[in-house]
């Protein structure tokens, strides 16, 4: 057995601690734990995280893959919360539909992106790919400018004829998506074409979507899903 990375181990509780006690939102959290992971290359470090159910505070775990075999779960709970095997820390919602990896996609988030950046596969690969975009992007932001949103949102309201504000507000509405909802979709097309740039520098984007999918670990929760 390899020896555990201990220094590893008390970087990651120590950021735990941190996050939990200045109230960190996930997305600042996970890069507040790529930081702690990059001490220790030969172990991934995935972060769980469950809402406390006012939109404010979170609870969260660590998990610390080790290259040789295993997984150390690591968390840290505040003084007057509830730790973290007693709240449920696979509690699903009737909302949630896809698992893979550690990420869930809602019902909600599916229908915004069920007519954009996977145009050419099944729906459901195109929502397994969204689910790992999202992944690489939590561990791996990419920077997005203001002139990168404007052309993801000229090549959107392209895409879908929407050629003026009242024929944005009446496909917002038909999909049930808010104002907010929709300028985040608009930055996470933003987001996709900074990775496919990156991803493509490397290799092609298909091949690399396809190995991230081969080694997926994917669970549906709606049965009637592909």
Request: proline share 4%.
């Amino acid at each position: 057995m390899s020896t555990l990375p201990s220094e590893l181990i008390r970087q990651t509780l120590d950021c735990l601690k941190a996050i939990s006690d200045s109230a960190e939102p996930p997305t600042r959290a996970q890069q507040r734990l790529r930081e702690v992971e990059a001490a220790d290359p030969g172990v991934r470090v995935d972060l769980l995280w469950d809402d406390g159910g006012d939109g404010a505070s979170w609870h969260y775990d660590a998990l610390l893959r080790l290259p040789g075999g295993g997984t150390i779960s690591l968390s840290y709970c505040p003084d007057r919360a509830l730790p973290w095997p007693l709240r449920g820390a696979r509690r699903f919602r009737e909302g949630d539909l896809l698992r893979v990896n550690d990420n869930v996609m809602t019902v909600g988030e599916a229908i915004g992106r069920l007519d954009a950046t996977f145009a050419d596969a099944a729906v459901g690969t195109r929502l397994i790919d969204a689910c790992l975009v999202q992944e690489e992007l939590l561990r791996h932001p990419v920077e997005v400018s203001a002139q990168d949103l404007q052309r993801a949102m000229d090549a959107f309201r392209r895409t879908h004829r929407l050629y003026s504000a009242e024929a944005c507000r009446q496909w917002m509405a038909q999909r049930g998506l808010s104002p907010t909802q929709f300028e985040a979709l608009i930055a996470e097309h933003a987001e996709v074409a900074a990775l496919r740039r990156r991803v493509t520098a490397q290799q092609g984007f298909d091949d690399w979507l396809a190995g991230r999918r081969a080694a997926a670990r994917i669970e549906w929760f709606w049965h009637d899903a592909a």
